[in-house]
């Protein structure tokens, strides 16, 4: 049952991550209106997230210009004991 909880945690706090990019780019993945507007994505990196359901491996979205922050998961935390009353 918490492992069912926890890749259900995972995926979500993966898309959140996915939709703020999305948000603070203005448009969607694989748009048109992205195409030579300045900055786009650019790949993203793994950080693992110590909970109380287990280890969650996120998917960390990266800008081009390294503009853009997060505001999901603090910078370089590693365990969240705020996550879970968060969600």
Partial sequence: MAEV?????EAAMNRLLETE??????????DRIGVNSGNSRNGGYIRTLHTEYGD???????????????????????SNDTLESFV
Wanted: aromatic share 16%; charged share 30%; proline share 5%.
């Fill in 5 to 9: 909880f926890r890749s259900h945690l």
């Fill in 21 to 30: 990019l999305t948000a603070f780019l203005d448009y969607e993945k694989y």
């Fill in 56 to 78: 969650l491996r996120l998917q960390i979205p990266r800008d081009r210009n390294g503009e853009f922050k997060q505001q999901t998961v603090a910078p370089y935390k590693r």
